[in-house]
T-cell receptor, first 115, second 114 residues
């Protein structure tokens, strides 16, 4: 079966612009989580969506937002981009939410460069 | 709050020798623990997970990890390293059902020398 699909794979944006990243989870998975990976901060949790509702949110400014559609696909938006937003953004899908026995499957990520 | 400490940022082994990647965790809840591997320019792949069943967990590619509650450790081992094991490894903790966000360790880069 198809894995987690993230688009685009690479993106270059200018400081001050906004960007939207997309994640399509594994078919049947209803939970989508987003993570930011940088050399300095490592992997940090952004937010998790389940059945179109944000269930959990990490410690990121309001410029970072997301949503989930009825088909479980999710988008993440970053407004007013800063140089420090340059990172690999990873999406993870899971069958359900609220049960640690569910595993997470990660996509290959979107590498965002802000210049 | 939950946290993960990976005790080594870099580990270098020779091909065919054992691998030990160390991880200590802290959690206010009964944790679920995972090891993920990341090859260059790739996403994260799940190696194995502990979710309060057997304390010795076997994963893919010959890796295994032992959950030791008294030591709050979840070290990853493999009897014999292969060149293809060279990658970055992350120890991860997930809290209870209400707080499922994954907390990642800082990662251990494994080098395998021929």
């Amino acid at each position: 079966k198809a894995g987690v699909t993230q688009t685009p794979r690479y993106l270059i944006k200018t400081r001050g612009q906004q960007v939207t990243l997309s994640c399509s989870p594994i078919s049947g998975h209803r939970s989508v989580s987003w993570y930011q990976q940088t050399p300095g901060q490592g992997l940090q949790f952004l937010f998790e969506y389940f059945s179109e509702t944000q269930r959990n949110k990490g410690n990121f400014p309001g410029r970072f937002s997301g949503r989930q559609f009825s088909n479980s696909r999710s988008e993440m938006n970053v407004s007013t981009l800063e140089l420090g937003d340059s990172a690999l953004y990873l999406c993870a899908s899971s069958l359900g939410a609220g049960d640690p026995n569910y595993g997470y499957t990660f996509g290959s990520g979107t590498r965002l460069t802000v210049v | 709050a939950q946290s993960v400490t990976q005790l080594d940022s870099h580990v270098s082994v020779s091909e065919g020798t054992p691998v030990l990647l160390r991880c200590n965790y802290s959690s206010s809840y009964s944790p679920s623990l995972f090891w993920y591997v990341q090859h260059p320019n790739k996403g994260l792949q799940l190696l194995l997970k502990y979710t309060s069943a057997a304390t010795l967990v076997k994963g893919i590619n010959g890796f295994e990890a032992e959950f030791k509650k008294s030591e709050t450790s979840f070290h990853l081992t493999k009897p014999s390293a292969h060149m293809s094991d060279a990658a970055e490894y992350f120890c991860v903790v997930s809290g209870d059902t209400g707080r499922r966000a994954l907390t990642f360790g800082s990662g251990t880069r494994l080098q395998v020398q021929p």
